[in-house]
Structures are given as structure tokens and as C-alpha cells.
């Protein structure tokens, strides 16, 4: 109660001097309103100051990340801002801090006003820039990691900086042409070829036209896209999730997730200037197709056999709509993959994406004469708007009633590239393995933590559990692995460790603090952070492993770990809790585990396909010297084909489906082509093969001993 007082008094106060500032603001310009500005610098810097999780001062070192994020966030590629240009902002370098709480942006005005006319500018520079052939017999290079890359000096040495960048993208075209002439002489001796010079010119109108799309779609962005990118630099300066939402990004927010669409089943997310990979549906098109994965980048999309559309720079609104489509067409990404910083096009047919895929499913397996289950859970899911509406924690419950029915041994939860969810969920989920007791442990900022307990001394599953993980469990992901892990209920299984995120986050609607007739957006805000019933943070450290098996990732920075400003790990007091004594052997088992995958030469290959990808994506300079461009294009394919069968696997394991489900996959031969899908997959599956022999060594006691912490 004394917390909820605190916040309405503090809501009141925010909402009289919004309600002053709004007169003033209502007769002003829809695109630039200043008056609307300071409502949304004061709201969002009391909110922020008074109510997220960790206590910031607004100082130097503030104003100092505000200013660095903002023009990173305008200018990453270093496009536009000069040495000259740094230092006229550099005298506002110290002083953010202090405009903010005059609800003054003056530096906020001074770079976008620069940043407007070095916009203008641009067309003229990369207009000249290709109207004549790059010359690709000269010996330089070019760094495209820009955080290492300085400013330009003066305007000519940022031309020559564009000039290398344009002369990259031609270069990766003429080499992609070349490459693809000679795949069809080869497939038809007759088939007339062009020279470098004609592929070349080809390659330099198909930049111009990007480029021309490019600043089209820029030119389209209004004040309220820029003002955003300044608020998340303050806002993000609290840490990595806390973010502003503005109105339209908001409105995404909100979407609810529940019915059917057309397209590819891909979330996408504005970085920068960027469109992103955030999370693919679970059997939607592109995650049955295979290549795409988060963090890949969108470039160009393309309609079929139709030319295809630059959309960097591109509002995110715009480019979902280019990327959606009817169901059986065909949609052509190019992305640049997050792994090895490669451009790849990848076809996609569009179709009906069902989001019944991100509810829980089943398989049954059977391995020397037992079976085991396998739960697939991707995500922690509720609807708090509908308490009869299916939610993660009954529908657990029910998949393992059913598998129960059928005699399975062993259970595998599966919870890689589950970014969390519903908490309430989290601990129900935890409960149906455990007896009644403490699963979480929630603190507010100055607060004692609370624990969170399951109180149902119902156990659903006292068999033996796996839980697989990897670098993409997170949040709920990471309290239910912790949870079992330190109840010693289950073995872990994944990468070395989980993401990391021990935050939680709250959305807030800037309009419940004003009057103010116009929509505001919202502010994501972490209010809360998790701790384990041992004590530890899952902030940072995430859940380490029991059994760690290398993986893709396993060299890459990843994780909360890798965020800057991200929340510092750290400790509280330990619950009183339980730990059961489940396991004979579990021991025995970890360590015979260990030393499989320790000599096993498919883990080896991907270990070594590990260090690679670390290797090319650390690797961020280029020749533009086309013969040593194909020269180490060369290298680099022959290096890629050593791992050409790194994730060729066939276990020769059978997966089915539990017989509840027989009748509704002859109703419904999407679910059942979604179902094939799916347990193909799980037969290529080394991980889940391994988990599988993991729990067939298990040994439950007969009758558990207790060890009370």
C-alpha cells in the first residue's frame, strides 16, 4: 500500500505540470511540437528517476552515454557527421544532463538540425560517386566495424568514406554476378556472358537506385522518428530495456498475438536504421524454411522474380508491408546474417501463420525399449484479459497428463529460444515438478525481494526431467531452469549459458499522466529484477549449464552480458527451500555425458564451426582490390566447406505424435504438415539425442531423501 501511495502522489504531480504545458502545446505544428517535447522529457525523466528499478543520477556520465547514443543512433556508418561537426556538439557533451531537467533539447535541436542538412548533402555525394567507374586494380581496404572507424576529419576525407562504402556494395554485386554466370556456362555452354565492365555499370545503377530508395524512405521519416531515437538514448541510458514506444510503435506492441495472419512468421525490429530479426514463429514459413534467425538483418526485399526494394532506412510500418503477403507467393530477403556478417538472399513462400505454434506440443520417442516425451515450449504465454483462456501452465499440465497416459519414462522440456513470458506461469510450470516452495525470489528498487512460492503440494511429473536450453532462454525461461537446477530436479542441458535477463519490464502509457489530447507512446520500463532461491542474480550470469554442448554461439559476445548498461549481477539472501533428492546417479550421469560429447567428432566439428564464425565475425575488413576480394572470397569458401555438413545429423530415432493429437492431424493437414516438420527436425537433432541419452541413464530414488537450505 505504501508503495501504490507513493506512485499515485508522484502521478499526480507529473499530471498537474503536463496539464500546464498543454495549453501551450495545442495550437502547434502536428510534425514538430515543442511544447510536446518537454511533456514527454519531463513525464518520461520523473518516471524514470523516481521509479525504475536502479537509481541513476543525471550527471556527466549521463549526459556523457546520452550524447554518444544519439549520434551513434543518427549516424552509425559515419555518413554524415565530421571531426568539425563533433566538436560544436561536444561543448553540449557535459551539459544533457542539465538541459533534460530544464526540459530544454537544445542539443537535441543543434544535431538534428545538422544532421538534416548533411542529409541534403548526401544525394550529391553518392549521386557523383557513381556516375564513373570505381577503379577495383587499386590496393585499399575498408574497416566496416564503425564503432573503431574515427569521424572524417573534413568533408572530402567523409566523401572518400562514402566512396568506399559505395565501392563495397558494387564490389559484392559484380562478385555475385560473376559467380552466378558461371553456374549457368556451366549448366549451358551457350549461355552468352558479359564482361567485368558491363557487370560493373550494371552493379553501380543497381546501388544509385538503393541509394535513391534509401533517402526516399528517409525524407519520409518524420519529427517524431527522429525525437525518438534522442528519447531511447535517454531512456536506454537507465539500461538496455528500458525503451520509449512511440505511438506507432506501440500500437505493434499491442497487437494481440492470438489470431492468424499472411506472411513470412518473422517479428521484425527497428535497429537503427535497420530492420531486424527479433523471433520467428515457431512453424511459421521462414522457420520451416530454415535460414533466417534472429538478429539477421533485412536489406532488400523483392517480390518474386521482381527487382528488389532497398529498405534500409525504411519506416518499420513500410517494411512489414513488403514483407507480408498472401499466402503461396513468394518473398526474396536479402539479409546480412548476424553470424558471419555474409549477405545471403533467402525465398520464402508466405502463407497462413498460425500462432497455435507458439503454444506448448508433445512427441514421443522411444530409445532401447523406452519411451520418453519431449515438451516443445516456446514461450511463457497468458491472457490476463480471459482467466478461462489457455494459458502455458494448464496447457503443461494437461501434455504431461497425456504423455503420463501413454508410459513415457522421461521428460525433455525444451526451452531453447524461449525469451520468457508470463511470470505467474513460470512458477506454476516449476510447481508441477516439485512439491509446494519458494521458486522466485522479486525485488523492487530499495525493497526487500519477495519470494514467490508454489503452493499446490501437487507434483504432476516425478520422473526423470531434462531441460533444454541455449543463449536465446531467457527471463521466465531462465527462473524455471534455475528453479529446477537448484532444487536439483533436473539436469540442464544447452549452451554454456543462458541470456541472462533477470529484469523485468512494465509498459506504461505516457497519457495516463496528462491531459494532453494527442497519443504519447509508452515507456518500457524495468521495475523489478529476478534472483534465484539460492540467492544469485539471473541477471548477467543466466543459468550455466549442468551439461554444456558447443554450439554456434559458443565463441560469440551474446547475451545481457554483451549489453551496454546492462544491470549488474549481484545477490540477495538465500530462501528456505527444499532440494529433493530425485536422482540415483545424477553424477554419474553429467560426467558420462561430459565425456561423450567430449570425444564425439560431431561436436568436435561444431566446436571447431564455432571458433570460425568467432573468427569471420571479428574479421571486418575488406579489400576493395576485386582480385583480393576474390581472392578471399575464394578462402573463404573452401574454409565454409569443411562445414558444409556441420549440422548433418541423423539420429535414427522415430518421433511421433501422442495419440490425442492422431485425430486432429487427419482434420487438419496443416497441423500434420507442421507436425512432419517438426519431428524431422528432432530426428536431426544431436541435442536432443544427447538429452535423450541423458535421460535414459537416469535413476530416480525409490524413496527421495530431503537436503533442506
Excluded at 4 to 30: E, R, V
Excluded at 109 to 119: E, M, T
Excluded at 131 to 150: A, G, L, M, R
Excluded at 655 to 672: G, Q, R
Amino acid at each position: 500500500m505504501k508503495t501504490k501511495y507513493k506512485i499515485t502522489t508522484f502521478l499526480l504531480a507529473i499530471l498537474l505540470f503536463a496539464t500546464s504545458l498543454q495549453t501551450q502545446a495545442a495550437n502547434t505544428d502536428t510534425n514538430s511540437d515543442p511544447e510536446k517535447d518537454k511533456i514527454l522529457v519531463y513525464i518520461l525523466r520523473n518516471i524514470l528517476t523516481r521509479s525504475h528499478f536502479v537509481v541513476k543520477d543525471m550527471n556527466d556520465d549521463f549526459s556523457e552515454y546520452v550524447f554518444t547514443e544519439f549520434i551513434d543512433g543518427l549516424d552509425p556508418s559515419k555518413r554524415y557527421f565530421t571531426q568539425k561537426d563533433m566538436k560544436d556538439f561536444s561543448k553540449f557533451k557535459y551539459e544533457i544532463d542539465n538541459q533534460l531537467l530544464k526540459e530544454d533539447v537544445s542539443f537535441y535541436n543543434l544535431v538534428y538540425d545538422r544532421f538534416s542538412s548533411k542529409i541534403k548533402n548526401a544525394k550529391s555525394y553518392y549521386g557523383d560517386l557513381l556516375k564513373q567507374p570505381f577503379n577495383f586494380k587499386k590496393n585499399e581496404t575498408i574497416d566496416v566495424d564503425y564503432e573503431k572507424v574515427p569521424f572524417a576529419k573534413n568533408e572530402n576525407e567523409l566523401i572518400d568514406y562514402w566512396r568506399k562504402q559505395l565501392k563495397l556494395s558494387t564490389l559484392i554485386r559484380i562478385q555475385d554476378k560473376l559467380d552466378k554466370q558461371k553456374a549457368d556456362v556451366l549448366k549451358d555452354k551457350n549461355h552468352k556472358t558479359k564482361s567485368f565492365d558491363e557487370f560493373e555499370k550494371e552493379a553501380r545503377a543497381e546501388v544509385l537506385k538503393n541509394m535513391d530508395d534509401l533517402y526516399v524512405r528517409i525524407e519520409e521519416l518524420e519529427h517524431e522518428d527522429w525525437f525518438s531515437t534522442f528519447l531511447n538514448s535517454v531512456v536506454g541510458a537507465f539500461d538496455p530495456h528500458t525503451t520509449y514506444m512511440a505511438p506507432s510503435i506501440k500500437e505493434r506492441f499491442d497487437q494481440d498475438m492470438s489470431g492468424k495472419l499472411e506472411g513470412i512468421g518473422a517479428r521484425l525490429v527497428k535497429k537503427g536504421i535497420y530492420t531486424e530479426i527479433f523471433e520467428l514463429v515457431s512453424g511459421g514459413p521462414a522457420w520451416k524454411e530454415g535460414s533466417l534467425e534472429p538478429g539477421d538483418i533485412i536489406l532488400e526485399v523483392a517480390q518474386g522474380n521482381e527487382e528488389p526494394l532497398d529498405i534500409v532506412g525504411m519506416r518499420l510500418d513500410d517494411a512489414i508491408k513488403f514483407i507480408k503477403g498472401k499466402k503461396g507467393t513468394e518473398v526474396k530477403l536479402t539479409v546480412k546474417k548476424k553470424l558471419d556478417g555474409t549477405n545471403k538472399v533467402i525465398s520464402i513462400t508466405r502463407d497462413v501463420v498460425e500462432l497455435e505454434e507458439t503454444f506448448v506440443k508433445s512427441s514421443i520417442v522411444e530409445k532401447d525399449g523406452k519411451k520418453f516425451g519431449i515438451i516443445d515450449l516456446p514461450k511463457f504465454y497468458i491472457d490476463f484479459n480471459e482467466e478461462s483462456y489457455r494459458d502455458s501452465a494448464k496447457d503443461m499440465e494437461q501434455e504431461i497428463e497425456r504423455l503420463k497416459s501413454e508410459g513415457v519414462s522421461g521428460l525433455i522440456v525444451d526451452l531453447r529460444n524461449n525469451g520468457g513470458g508470463s511470470l505467474k506461469t513460470a512458477i506454476e510450470i516449476s510447481g508441477l515438478f516439485i512439491n509446494e516452495g519458494p521458486i522466485v525470489q522479486v525485488k523492487y528498487r530499495g525493497e526487500n525481494p519477495i519470494i514467490k512460492k508454489d503452493i499446490d503440494p501437487k507434483i504432476q511429473w516425478e520422473g526423470a526431467v531434462v531441460v533444454l536450453v541455449n543463449e536465446f532462454s531467457a527471463s521466465a525461461s531462465e527462473i524455471f531452469a534455475a528453479a529446477m537446477q537448484d532444487y536439483k530436479r533436473a539436469v540442464i542441458m544447452g549452451g554454456n549459458q543462458t541470456y541472462g535477463k533477470g529484469t523485468v519490464q512494465s509498459v506504461l502509457p505516457i497519457n495516463q499522466f496528462t491531459k494532453y489530447d494527442k497519443d504519447l507512446g509508452a515507456l518500457k520500463m524495468t521495475i523489478q529484477k529476478f534472483y534465484r532461491v539460492n540467492g544469485g542474480s539471473t541477471q548477467i550470469e543466466g543459468v550455466y549449464s549442468d551439461i554444456a554442448m558447443p554450439d554456434r554461439y559458443s565463441y560469440m559476445k551474446f547475451g545481457e552480458r554483451d549489453l551496454d548498461g546492462a544491470l549488474v549481477w549481484d545477490k540477495v539472501k538465500q530462501a528456505d527451500y527444499v532440494q529433493t533428492n530425485s536422482y540415483q546417479n545424477f553424477n554419474d550421469v553429467v560426467n558420462n555425458s561430459k565425456q561423450r560429447i567430449a570425444t564425439d567428432s560431431k561436436f568436435k566439428l561444431i566446436n571447431e564451426y564455432a571458433k570460425w564464425l568467432k573468427k569471420k565475425q571479428d574479421d571486418t575488413s575488406y579489400s576493395l582490390n576485386y582480385k583480393l576480394f576474390e581472392e578471399s572470397n575464394v578462402a573463404n569458401e573452401k574454409d565454409a566447406e569443411k562445414f558444409k555438413s556441420v549440422f548433418d545429423y541423423k539420429s535414427n530415432l522415430t518421433f511421433n505424435s501422442p495419440n490425442y493429437e492422431l485425430s486432429l492431424i487427419k482434420k487438419d493437414t496443416a497441423l500434420a504438415d507442421k507436425r512432419l516438420a517438426w519431428h524431422k527436425n528432432l530426428s536431426k537433432d544431436v541435442y536432443v539425442f544427447e538429452a535423450i541419452n541423458v535421460l535414459s541413464e537416469l535413476k530416480m530414488n525409490t524413496k527421495n531423501e530431503i537436503v533442506k537450505y
